[in-house]
DNA sequence: CGGCTGCTTGAATAGAGTCAATAAACGTGG
DNA sequence: CCACGTTTATTGACTCTATTCAAGCAGCCG
């Protein structure tokens, strides 16, 4: 989409030189924890999380290799979602100022950087309209075809079946829903041919009428890149 | 909070030059249509929203005095939500190559910009864990405190009394409930004895109680700017 | 094998939506 | 300044969606 100057590659590997494993289960943030470093997901899947006052949980956002996490240390002291691994993930750790060099030396760098905040704002601003005001049938659909497509952009092998990694504990955390409800609204799922289950894995049966079901928009049409300023 | 060099305030008000009255009801940026401006909120107050297909809106933010607005132009081609004026307006409409040009010479704004892309992000997440956790009294009641306390923000002389300038269908739209709905939880909040209403303005009578109801977190508590690069 | 954790299903309940009717506030043109 | 039409607020009765509670089942791992 863009090509990086050698230059600019040579900065962001810069940000991705030490590695850590993450266990699956294991969390690189906690919420209210003093935040401290901020990572590149290199490989696995991770989930964004905040706790309620009652327990329930709620469910922010997915991640996937190639997402910089816990980027929000950038602005508060305490962080204010728990980052934790959905599979046995590898991050790179680097610092705020490592952060702040890339961006003092590379201009366009940092209008990338706004770009991706950009697009995440897209990705959160669609799921706030999902919360807010589509069925529970729907917002389960949402997060299957959602699921599945950034699955896809990592896996070009992906096309209608998929492990989805996620208990159904999880998707009802994601979706504002109860476990039992979301079971129910799969199942319905099911019974209207969009979709077979077995063994953890999905199928999309009938993508067009799930899509539909779900009020789907691809958001990843039309990105525009033409203003970004020269590469260093 | 930062105080900026001579020439980035400079580099700032160049995006301010132009202004543009918007009058109550007018639209800045209508969903799909092809993305020009940007724009940064001189006076007044607007909402961002998304237009669902079965017709339904959700309201996704509110904008204030000093806010940066219609910025995912930047990544996008088309708009992904509409921008609309909730009172009288003015706005300072300016374009994406003069943005770059900030980024560019004056890496530490580049760095706040980020900074403000993270609160933001703080605000969204919030409103999901808001909109998919929690009971339509705490919806309603967040609202409320969520904007007394953005608009005591640039008028330090709101303090318990304000007026919202919302209808109860905008706060149903930002709340994902319907007009009925709101109606009866205000009426609850009151019967309760946490608020007073009269002629659209709101008196918070305990605030304490209404915090509690609405599962308040203070977010612009903890800001943490040490990192930035120097400035120039 | 036994103890988890996750999945499935039913029945009863509660919370929010829908529909409808009325009242109050607002804006506009005469 | 008033009359009229329109939007907004209010309230009741009813419906429906999603939650809660409960029980049984399946798969997995030590």
């Not at 309620?52 to 508060?76: E, N, P, W």
């Not at 063994?199 to 049966?205: D, K, L, P, V």
């Amino acid at each position: 989409m863009v090509v990086l100057t050698a230059n600019e590659r040579r900065a962001l590997e810069l940000l991705e030189e030490r590695t850590r494993p993450v266990p699956r289960g294991a969390t690189v943030q906690r919420e209210n924890d003093t935040t401290g470093e901020m990572f590149i997901l290199r490989t696995g899947m991770m989930m964004s999380s905040v706790l309620l006052v009652d327990g329930s949980r709620q469910i922010l956002r997915f991640h996937f290799a190639g997402d910089m996490i816990a980027v929000s240390g950038l602005a508060y002291r305490e962080a204010s979602e728990t980052i934790s691994a959905l599979s046995d993930c590898v991050v790179c750790p680097f610092e705020r100022s490592a952060f702040a060099a890339v961006l003092a030396d590379h201009p366009r760098l940092a209008a990338l950087i706004i770009v991706c905040n950009q697009v995440e704002r897209a990705a959160l601003t669609d799921r706030l309209a999902v919360l807010g005001r589509t069925s529970a049938k729907a917002r389960v659909a949402a997060i299957l075809i959602d699921l599945r497509n950034r699955m896809r952009m990592l896996d070009a092998g992906i096309s209608t079946s998929f492990a989805l990694g996620l208990t159904q504990e999880e998707i009802g955390d994601a979706t504002g829903l109860t476990a039992v409800h979301v079971n129910r609204m799969l199942r319905q799922l099911e019974d209207e041919g969009m979709l077979a289950r077995e063994a953890g894995r999905f199928t999309f049966t009938d993508e067009r009428a799930l899509e539909r079901a779900a009020n789907f928009v691809d958001r990843y049409a039309g990105l525009d890149l033409g203003w970004l300023p020269a590469g260093r």
